[in-house]
């Protein structure tokens, strides 16, 4: 059913929702049906994947197709920036938004923020910066131009309320997603035998991203595959593949490896896996919600590395969700310099060999608890209506 819908002599009210993670797409669609059902029928228009014109959304444009990670990819795309920021703020200018839904997106959303409250126009924001982490400048920019904040984890509000921001917890909207989802057991479609351990790969939702970490995950493979059956393991290894990430650029890195491609199964992967390997990021709570131990690890570029450590103060101990919330190390994550081929091998041997999956697996169930008994859509919804 379109979300949007003229009456004849009727003016509706119009949301502007901006989003850019791949995976807020489903956030979006969870705010929208408990819009509906409370009988909300307004014009949505929003900064989103283009998937979601499919639900009667007036998509502006999909920024995902623009996304980059990295310092040298984000200057050769500084043009398209610049021009997708105006093109958001000319649009917002001529549909006049009751009130705007800023999701991720920092640094873009935090400069259309200022221009939102020089035209009168209320804006929410959920998933807000991380400045409890690094960046903490960014509180007066938070405080000044907007209106309340929607956290998903409660330290998230106790900071916020500490430094006079407006602020709620609203539960993680994964939590909901994920106790609702029914995987598809794919342990038999990727022909997984008793007694071996399925390992899957999620290096990336972007194709950047992908090109960057795959190549080094496949020699882990390999080292992995080698210390496991020396040992007297067996073991298969299945690839997350997001929508993100184009077949046709992707097959090289698997030539000659025993690698099964799994595509738009993320979950049901997930599910099947008795360990897996990740970039940080939402995906380990992802990972967590389901209850399966799990290797993180990332990198950037040394250069940026460098930069960013000279330049910012980062105030948090781990980078993986699951060890933040957690206060402590339940889960190996490998950053920058320890990020490496025989690191991500060794961590991984190390936790089947010493039977320490089931001890990851009892501590990632207390951070699940920990999150859930919220209706977050609900919650966001009815906030969202009194603005509407």
Same mark, same amino acid.
């Given at each position: 059913?379109?979300?949007?819908?003229?009456?004849?002599?009727?003016l509706?009210?119009?949301?502007?929702?901006?989003?850019?993670?791949?995976?807020?797409?489903?956030?979006?669609?969870?705010?929208?049906?408990?819009?509906?059902?409370?009988?909300?029928?307004?014009?949505?228009?929003a900064?989103?994947?283009?998937r979601?014109?499919?639900?009667?959304?007036?998509?502006?444009?999909?920024?995902?197709?623009?996304?980059?990670?990295?310092?040298?990819?984000?200057?050769?795309?500084?043009?398209?920036?610049?021009?997708?920021?105006?093109?958001?703020l000319?649009?917002?200018r001529?549909?006049?938004?009751?009130?705007?839904?800023?999701?991720?997106?920092?640094?873009?959303?935090?400069?259309?923020?200022?221009?939102?409250?020089?035209l009168?126009?209320?804006?929410?924001?959920?998933?807000?910066?991380?400045? !409890?982490? !690094? &960046?903490?400048?960014?509180?007066?920019?938070?405080? &000044?131009?907007?209106?309340?904040?929607?956290?998903?984890? &409660?330290?998230?509000?106790?900071?916020?309320?500490?430094?006079?921001?407006?602020?709620?917890?609203?539960?993680?909207?994964?939590?909901?997603?994920?106790?609702?989802?029914?995987?598809?057991?794919?342990?038999?479609?990727?022909?997984?035998?008793?007694?071996?351990?399925?390992?899957?790969?999620?290096?990336?939702?972007?194709?950047?991203?992908?090109?960057?970490?795959?190549?080094?995950?496949?020699?882990?493979?390999?080292?992995?595959?080698?210390?496991?059956?020396?040992?007297?393991?067996?073991?298969?290894?299945?690839?997350?593949?997001?929508?993100?990430?184009?077949?046709?650029?992707?097959?090289?890195?698997?030539?000659?490896?025993?690698?099964?491609?799994?595509?738009?199964?993320?979950?049901?992967?997930?599910?099947?896996?008795?360990?897996?390997?990740?970039?940080?990021?939402?995906?380990?709570?992802?990972?967590?919600?389901?209850?399966?131990?799990?290797?993180?690890?990332?990198?950037?570029?040394?250069?940026?590395?460098?930069?960013?450590?000279?330049?910012?103060k980062?105030?948090v101990?781990?980078?993986?969700?699951?060890?933040?919330?957690?206060?402590?190390?339940i889960?190996?994550?490998?950053?920058?310099?320890?990020?490496?081929?025989?690191?991500i091998?060794?961590?991984?041997?190390?936790?089947?060999?010493?039977?320490?999956?089931?001890?990851i697996?009892?501590?990632?169930?207390?951070?699940?608890?920990?999150?859930?008994?919220?209706?977050?859509?609900?919650?966001?919804?009815?906030?969202?209506?009194?603005?509407l």
């Amino acid at each position: 059913m379109p979300v949007a819908l003229y009456t004849v002599g009727y003016l509706m009210d119009d949301l502007f929702i901006i989003s850019g993670e791949p995976s807020s797409s489903n956030y979006i669609e969870g705010i929208l049906y408990a819009l509906r059902n409370r009988g909300f029928n307004g014009n949505v228009h929003a900064v989103c994947s283009k998937r979601l014109a499919s639900k009667g959304v007036d998509v502006v444009f999909d920024p995902n197709e623009f996304a980059t990670v990295g310092m040298f990819e984000a200057v050769v795309n500084f043009s398209s920036y610049a021009r997708l920021f105006r093109i958001t703020l000319s649009k917002i200018r001529t549909i006049r938004p009751k009130v705007v839904l800023l999701m991720d997106l920092p640094d873009f959303n935090l400069k259309i923020a200022r221009q939102l409250t020089s035209l009168g126009i209320p804006s929410v924001y959920f998933i807000p910066p991380q400045v !409890w982490a !690094w &960046r903490r400048s960014r509180v007066e920019l938070l405080r &000044r131009y907007i209106d309340k904040l929607f956290v998903t984890f &409660r330290f998230e509000e106790e900071f916020y309320k500490k430094h006079s921001l407006k602020c709620e917890f609203v539960g993680h909207p994964l939590v909901k997603i994920i106790s609702e989802y029914k995987p598809e057991d794919l342990r038999k479609m990727c022909n997984i035998g008793k007694g071996e351990f399925l390992i899957s790969l999620f290096p990336a939702s972007r194709m950047s991203q992908f090109k960057r970490f795959m190549p080094m995950l496949c020699r882990s493979v390999k080292l992995i595959s080698e210390g496991l059956s020396s040992r007297g393991y067996k073991c298969r290894f299945a690839l997350g593949l997001s929508e993100n990430v184009l077949c046709h650029k992707y097959k090289k890195y698997l030539n000659g490896s025993q690698i099964i491609e799994v595509s738009g199964k993320g979950y049901d992967l997930m599910a099947s896996s008795d360990l897996v390997i990740s970039t940080c990021g939402t995906t380990t709570l992802e990972i967590a919600l389901f209850e399966r131990p799990m290797v993180a690890f990332y990198r950037i570029n040394p250069l940026l590395a460098k930069l960013l450590r000279a330049l910012m103060k980062f105030s948090v101990g781990y980078y993986s969700l699951p060890n933040l919330l957690a206060g402590k190390e339940i889960i190996p994550e490998l950053i920058q310099e320890k990020a490496t081929v025989q690191n991500i091998a060794n961590n991984v041997v190390s936790i089947i060999v010493e039977n320490r999956m089931e001890d990851i697996r009892k501590q990632l169930v207390a951070i699940k608890a920990s999150l859930g008994g919220v209706d977050t859509f609900g919650k966001i919804a009815d906030e969202l209506l009194e603005y509407l």
